[in-house]
């Protein structure tokens, strides 16, 4: 996926990482989208990662996360996606993201669940947008 994201943006820095160890310094990244990328976070591991996305965010950047919703249960499949491999992922609650993020220290300002609309979803989507601190609230 990467490769295939800097072949077609060759001006836009792609990088691997973990959400709880991104690989930019303090303050430099001017916007962060985690698309459906928390749903590989259990809900205890998200105040960790909202943490480390408030500590990479410049002051006042903006933050789209996306991600299956629910209860905060637990979705384990032996053979994902006819791959032979488990795979753990988590639906989490729009209100407890929205909390979490904002404990920690990013502003959400917007959210908004939709019901399943594509053949591959049985869960509700959330979606929550977020700034880091201003340099004034730092």
Same mark, same amino acid.
């Given at each position: 996926?990467? &490769? ?11 990088? +691997? ?12 990244? !001017?916007?962060? !989208? ?8 259990? @809900? *205890? ?10 500590? !990479?965010? /410049?002051?006042?950047? @903006? ?9 905060? +249960?637990?979705?384990?499949? *032996?053979? =994902? ?15 407890? !993201? ?5 404990? &920690? ?11 399943? /609309?594509? /053949? ?9 947008? &977020? ?5 004034? *609230? =730092?």
């Amino acid at each position: 996926m990467l &490769a295939i994201a800097r072949r077609a943006h060759p001006h836009i820095r792609f990088e +691997e990482g973990r959400l709880t160890a991104l690989p930019f310094a303090d303050g430099s990244v !001017v916007g962060a !989208v985690c698309w459906y990328s928390i749903i590989h976070t259990p @809900p *205890d591991g998200l105040a960790e990662v909202f943490a480390e996305l408030r500590r !990479v965010l /410049a002051p006042d950047r @903006p933050l789209l996360v996306a991600f299956q919703a629910g209860d905060g +249960e637990t979705v384990h499949r *032996d053979d =994902a996606h006819g791959s032979g491999l488990p795979l753990t992922n988590y639906r989490h609650s729009p209100v407890a !993201v929205a909390d979490g993020m904002n404990a &920690a220290g990013l502003h959400v300002h917007a959210r908004t669940t939709r019901d399943p /609309a594509l /053949a591959h979803e049985s869960t509700p989507q959330a979606f929550l947008l &977020a700034r880091s601190p201003s340099a004034d *609230d =730092a």
